[in-house]
T-cell receptor, first 112, second 110 residues
């Protein structure tokens, strides 16, 4: 089944403790992206990648890092999480420009 | 499930009615638009898309209309069903990224 898989689905952590949210797609898509979703603010792009080793900032990149060492994986790294990063995170992939993204099921992160 | 619907405009309809959800987009250079449906606890799901060289596209029970003059998109759902209850987002494609609207919650009562 074609899908985007994120892990974990739920995570509670403490301020300052580094964490990684994994994302993997099995569709051989070149484009991958991370979004966060907050009430009243909608979906906002954090980082995106057009191909292996090619990443760029989205609208809200502060406090996040990403890597794209292989085509299928696009992990999101929070080096020092803070409470304002409590949010619902989605990874998504696309076959190219001008094509829709397929989204993962989301990761609910709470930073206390 | 997670709440993504706080502070969203809400459209309430009866089962069997037609629903129209509207969206204004911001960039006149956008050339590709998508409607997504998000159910509670799930990620956004692709519904239908349209390119800027079209003004109408139809799918199964759904139609998207694009008015580039006023930068407006609409999603029409025919014979709305309780399973259509969700938050609906429009998104505009600018380069490699999608910019999403704030969303509209559709509530369908039996």
């Amino acid at each position: 089944e074609a899908q985007v898989t994120q892990n974990p689905r739920y995570l509670i952590t403490v301020t300052g403790k580094k964490l990684t949210v994994t994302c993997s797609q099995n569709m051989n898509h070149e484009y991958m992206s991370w979004y966060r979703q907050d009430p009243g603010l909608g979906l906002r792009q954090i980082y995106y990648s057009m191909n292996v080793e090619v990443t760029d900032k989205g609208d809200v990149p502060e406090g996040y890092k990403v890597s794209r060492k292989e085509k299928r994986n696009f992990p999101l790294i929070l080096e020092s999480p803070s409470p304002n990063q409590t949010s619902l995170y989605f990874c998504a992939s696309s076959s190219g420009q001008g094509r829709g993204y397929t989204f993962g099921s989301g990761t609910r992160l709470t930073v206390v | 499930g997670e709440s993504v619907g706080l502070h969203l405009p809400t459209l309430s309809v009866q089962e069997g009615d037609n629903s129209i959800i509207n969206c204004a987009y911001s960039n006149s250079a956008s050339d590709y638009f998508i409607w997504y449906k998000q159910e509670s606890g799930k990620g956004p799901q692709f519904i239908i898309d349209i390119r800027s060289n079209m003004d109408k596209r139809q799918g199964q029970r759904v139609t998207v209309l694009l008015n580039k003059t006023v930068k407006h998109l609409s999603l029409q759902i025919a014979a709305t069903q309780p399973g259509d209850s969700a938050v609906y987002f429009c998104a505009e494609n600018m380069g490699v990224s999608l910019t999403f609207g704030k969303g509209t919650m559709l509530l369908v009562s039996p």
